[in-house]
């Protein structure tokens, strides 16, 4: 059922919805299928995201949809590392170096005591990074009032810090805020925890980086395709060296998420029963491991904020063309 093709299904346009998973700097690839979506006409039903895949649902369904590109566009700008356009590896591995010492300007920057913590008779600290430029920034770029009255349904998902439990936090359900944005891509160690409702809030890409079993917590009635933006790779050559090392460390431990949410998902619906509308899968994953540094989730240079986008706008195209 769930490999069903939508051309045998009949000749209404399926429904479609989206998972947008977490990957920091990585995120930019989510543009560019934002993008390549508007150009094909195609507005989901459902978007789920998790970490920078929150933060794309929010940019691009928080005020008019035709203004969700400049929206998008504007945050990278705002988080790009202008010191060097990031041609070359060196640079590039020295920019994510800047970025996890200093913080970048427009998104994060170091806090008090932060590092000094660790040092003794240091006061204690949790975090350290500041994410009050990042609240600023998405204040100014979403609007929470058009994000709740979406005729998209958009859920975010967050980890309770003290008891590990995810929570999905839907503009169905609840009214969206920025507090709840941040919630979903408060990274521990690296920025604080956000409370919502007293508890401590994380990014639940720890253990949900891929959010696609959200997309079925009701019932699929119609033909649909399932969108799943993933900014990991599975699959890639041996690495020959510590960076390519980290790098695929990094790659597996996120992919193993999304192949295990795709084979959940795929068992659920081969038991459901015959009133579920047939389901197409659609992977968009990020895979230039040709060009990415092992630390690439923090390197904000110019060129792989372009690289990753273009890539976005390519995935879907192939995936269309399919």
Same mark, same amino acid.
């Given at each position: ?13 399926? &429904? ?47 005020? *008019? ?9 504007? $945050? ?38 932060? $590092?000094? /913590? ?11 990074? &500041? +994410? =009050? ?6 204040? =100014? ?9 979406? *005729? ?15 929570? @999905? ?22 920025? #604080? ?16 980086? %891929? ?7 009701? #019932?699929? +009635?119609?033909? @649909?395709? %399932?969108?799943? /933006? ?6 890639? *050559?041996?690495?020959?060296?510590? &960076?390519?090392?980290?790098?695929? @460390? ?16 795929? +068992?659920?619906?081969?038991?459901? &029963? ?14 230039? +491991? ?12 110019? /060129?792989?904020?372009?690289? =990753? ?14």
């Amino acid at each position: 059922m769930a490999d069903d093709i939508m051309a045998d299904a009949g000749p209404s346009a399926p &429904d479609d919805i989206v998972a947008l998973s977490g990957g920091n700097a990585l995120g930019a690839f989510h543009g560019g299928v934002v993008e390549a979506f508007l150009d094909h006409g195609i507005l989901p039903q459902h978007v789920a995201g998790t970490s920078i895949g929150a933060v794309t649902a929010a940019l691009w369904l928080g005020g *008019p949809v035709d203004g969700a590109v400049d929206r998008l566009r504007a $945050f990278w700008q705002a988080a790009a590392d202008k010191s060097g356009f990031g041609l070359t590896t060196t640079w590039r591995k020295s920019a994510l170096t800047r970025a996890l010492l200093l913080g970048r300007a427009g998104l994060f920057h170091p806090s008090f005591p932060g $590092f000094l /913590a660790a040092l003794p008779g240091a006061p204690a600290d949790d975090h350290l990074f &500041d +994410t =009050r430029p990042m609240h600023r920034l998405l204040e =100014r770029l979403v609007d929470v009032d058009a994000l709740n009255a979406s *005729p998209t349904r958009v859920t975010m998902l967050s980890l309770d810090q003290s008891s590990g439990e995810v929570l @999905t936090f839907d503009n169905r359900s609840i009214d969206l805020t920025i507090d709840h944005v941040l919630a979903s891509s408060s990274l521990p160690l690296a920025f #604080p925890p956000v409370l919502i409702d007293g508890r401590p809030m994380v990014d639940a890409g720890l253990s949900e980086n %891929c959010p696609v079993r959200r997309l079925f917590d009701h #019932p699929i +009635t119609r033909p @649909t395709r %399932c969108w799943v /933006a993933d900014l990991w790779p599975a699959r890639a *050559p041996r690495a020959s060296s510590l &960076d390519e090392v980290l790098g695929r @460390t990094q790659d597996l431990a996120f992919a193993a998420q999304r192949q295990w949410a795709l084979e959940h998902v795929r +068992t659920l619906l081969d038991r459901a &029963d015959a009133n579920t509308g047939p389901v197409e899968f659609r992977e968009l994953i990020l895979n230039q +491991t040709d060009w990415e540094v092992g630390g690439k989730a923090f390197d904000y240079t110019p /060129a792989s904020l372009q690289r =990753r986008w273009a890539a976005g706008r390519t995935a879907v195209a192939m995936a269309l063309a399919a």
